[in-house]
């Protein structure tokens, strides 16, 4: 897990998929969900689709739920207890982005959150972010959660467009950098995603250093 980065989102739907694809081909990461509820859109089929050789760089999840809902919940449905102590972990000598969830204190499973998941494995973690009323709420609540845990946070992803009074505000109260931004994609295709990630590449190199050549 010494390679490892989660990628954790201050709400749900926040665009922590999206974010993971772009960042994992700016930084030539690998991309795992542990675990996935429902199984008709599964994230990582999209980032798969997404990555330059997405194939070899796209980990199967750890646990497929069938519900497209918590997965506290859906686990319940089908039966399936959530132990993340028991995950066996992808192998590789890449980096390797863990996408989580939901938010940071959403369940896991009945008695955990994705935050307990974080922490367990301690994990660095980037925060994805988005700009709408209330936002700034979420994102410095997220950010007094990862540093209650002792959370190493490298920085906050924004993703869409910008609002300068928001993010100034982050920044300087939650003393956090804001490492990047991510548009919100008119076509969301493997070029889009490409181009995005090298306009980006240098600003997350400042705070992400992979384990290996780029």
Same mark, same amino acid.
């Given at each position: 897990?010494?390679?490892?980065?989660?990628?954790?989102?201050? @709400?749900?739907?926040?665009?922590?998929t999206? /974010?993971? !694809?772009?960042? /994992?081909? !700016?930084?030539?990461?690998?991309?795992?969900?542990p #675990?996935q509820?429902?199984?008709?859109?599964?994230d990582?089929?999209?980032?798969k689709?997404?990555?330059m050789?997405?194939?070899?760089?796209? @980990?199967?999840?750890?646990?497929?739920?069938?519900?497209?809902m918590?997965?506290?919940?859906?686990? &319940?449905i089908d039966?399936?207890?959530? &132990?993340?102590?028991?995950?066996?972990?992808?192998?590789?000598?890449?980096?390797l982005?863990?996408?989580?969830?939901?938010?940071?204190?959403?369940?896991m499973?009945?008695?955990?959150? =994705?935050?307990?998941?974080?922490?367990?494995y301690q994990?660095?973690t980037?925060?994805?972010?988005?700009?709408?009323?209330?936002?700034?709420?979420?994102?410095?609540?997220?950010?007094?959660?990862?540093?209650?845990?002792?959370?190493?946070?490298?920085?906050? #992803? =924004?993703?869409? &467009?910008?609002?300068?009074y928001?993010?100034?505000?982050?920044?300087?109260?939650?003393?956090?950098?804001?490492?990047?931004?991510?548009?919100?994609?008119?076509?969301?295709?493997?070029?889009?995603?490409?181009?995005?990630?090298?306009?980006i590449?240098?600003?997350?190199?400042?705070?992400?250093?992979?384990?290996?050549?780029?």
């Amino acid at each position: 897990m010494n390679n490892s980065i989660a990628i954790a989102g201050i @709400h749900t739907g926040i665009g922590k998929t999206i /974010a993971s !694809a772009v960042i /994992a081909e !700016a930084i030539g990461a690998d991309y795992w969900k542990p #675990v996935q509820a429902g199984t008709e859109e599964r994230d990582a089929l999209t980032v798969k689709q997404l990555l330059m050789n997405g194939a070899e760089r796209v @980990h199967p999840e750890a646990l497929i739920l069938t519900q497209p809902m918590s997965p506290h919940a859906a686990a &319940d449905i089908d039966g399936v207890r959530v &132990d993340f102590t028991a995950f066996k972990w992808p192998v590789t000598n890449k980096t390797l982005l863990v996408e989580t969830a939901g938010g940071l204190l959403s369940p896991m499973s009945a008695t955990t959150t =994705m935050t307990d998941f974080i922490t367990h494995y301690q994990l660095p973690t980037i925060l994805i972010a988005q700009n709408y009323l209330g936002s700034i709420n979420h994102t410095l609540m997220s950010i007094e959660v990862l540093k209650s845990r002792g959370i190493q946070l490298l920085g906050i #992803v =924004m993703n869409g &467009d910008e609002n300068k009074y928001s993010e100034s505000f982050i920044e300087q109260y939650g003393k956090v950098p804001i490492i990047a931004r991510i548009p919100q994609f008119g076509v969301l295709n493997n070029e889009a995603v490409r181009k995005c990630a090298a306009e980006i590449r240098q600003s997350l190199l400042g705070f992400v250093r992979p384990n290996y050549p780029i």
